[in-house]
């Protein structure tokens, strides 16, 4: 399989890349364009995407571009340890309740040049990655 990967518009926390000439806006400029243009998530959801994705690629000892399938498992681990039992409940009120979601999240930032993708990136890299029941409650089913 192709590893289909995006980028974020930071690579690290010293080193913001340079908006180009046509847009020259903030983070939360973007993202105040995005939730205008589409209210299905909470702007915390975006934010944590965006952490998860710092988490991955900090996890993966690299940064840069991480496949789809590899930010969904960077994605799970980093909402355990941030949010535990209360990872679902809170993931639910934020609108993420499947995979599909977080992809939707990374095209949303991505149509709005907040993030970055490679000609092979699709939405559809996003399509049944894990339950979220089972990814965010079971861990703590006794």
């Known amino acids: ?3 289909d990967q995006i980028e974020p518009r930071t690579m690290s926390n010293e080193t913001p890349i340079e908006p180009t000439s046509e847009e020259h806006r903030s ?3 973007g993202l105040d364009e995005i939730l205008r243009a589409d209210p299905r998530y909470e702007r915390e959801a975006y934010t944590l995407v965006m952490e998860a994705l710092a988490f991955t690629c900090q996890d993966l000892v690299r940064e840069g571009h991480v ?3 590899e930010l969904l498992l960077g994605f799970r681990k ?3 340890r941030e949010f535990g039992p209360m990872a679902r409940i809170t993931l639910s009120e934020w609108g993420l309740n499947r995979c599909e979601d977080v992809g939707n999240i990374v095209f949303n930032l991505v149509e709005h040049r907040l993030l970055k993708k490679t000609e092979q990136d699709s939405v559809e ?3 049944g990655g894990y339950d979220f029941c089972e990814a965010f409650e079971a861990p703590y089913v006794p």
């Open 78 to 80: 980093y909402v355990l």
């Open 125 to 127: 890299d996003f399509a």
């Open 27 to 29: 983070f939360a400029e």
């Open 67 to 69: 496949s789809g399938q």
């Open 1 to 3: 399989m192709v590893a």
